[in-house]
Structure formats: C-alpha cells, structure tokens
Nanobody, 125 residues
Framework: VQLQASGGGLVQAGDSLRLSCTTP????????MGWFRQAPGKEREFVAG????????RYADSAKGRFIISRDDAKNTMYLQMNSLKPEDAAVYYC???????????????????WGQGTLVTVSS
C-alpha cells in the first residue's frame, strides 16, 4: 500500500495548515488511518487517528481542540487540519494505515502496517 503525504510547509505561529494523505488506486474506507509526527531528537508520536468511514476519531492531548482529522473515501484521501499552530508542532508528519483494524485506533506506532514518506511542517515563532 502506497501512502502519499503532502501539504507541509513553513508557517508562522498561529497559522493553519492542512495535510493530505492519498492512497492512489486503493480503496481504504474500511481501515483505520492516522497521523504521527517526529521532531528532531524526539521520538515519533501519535497525533490523530480516524476509523472506518470517519465513524470515530482519536487525538493526542497536544492536538485536541486545534487539529481535526477527516477522510474523504470517495477521493481516497485523509486530511489533518491543523489550526493555531505552535513552534512545538514543527515536525515531519507521517500518515499511516492499520490494515488489521477498522474501528480501534491505537497510539502505538508498532501497530501501523503502512507509512507515508512524511511531509515537513515548520512553525516559526
């Protein structure tokens, strides 16, 4: 399964950014998908996840109230709308897919079978 993440860039603190993740040629509406991020010198961490057909979502505490995860299965695309960005949100963001689950959203990176190449988000203060 190929996942393609895009939408990263350089923004100022307080700005918004929307990341996208596509799975070309593959229908993924039944699988859990999500986003992780990794900042330099830090471990990879869970950001948000979404269940089949958008049935349920889960967010890291750092993302609650600011980020919104969604999916448009007709377009084979998942999104992460990031608002009120902070310098500590700067990281490489990875989209992920869990082929073994369609509802349970895990926060451990070991659960996810497929990873995109990552898209860099830089937030200036």
């Amino acid at each position: 399964v190929q996942l393609q993440a895009s939408g990263g860039g350089l923004v100022q603190a307080g700005d918004s950014l929307r990341l996208s993740c596509t799975t070309p040629g593959r229908k993924n509406e039944i699988y859990v998908m999500g986003w992780f991020r990794q900042a330099p010198g830090k471990e990879r961490e869970f950001v948000a996840g979404i269940g089949r057909s958008g049935y349920n979502t889960r967010y890291a505490d750092s993302a609650k109230g600011r980020f919104i995860i969604s999916r448009d299965d007709a377009k084979n695309t998942m999104y992460l709308q990031m608002n009120s960005l902070k310098p500590e949100d700067a990281a490489v963001y990875y989209c992920v897919l869990d082929q073994d689950n369609n509802v349970l959203i895990y926060t451990s990176s070991r659960v996810y079978d497929y990873w995109g190449q990552g898209t860099l988000v830089t937030v200036s203060s």
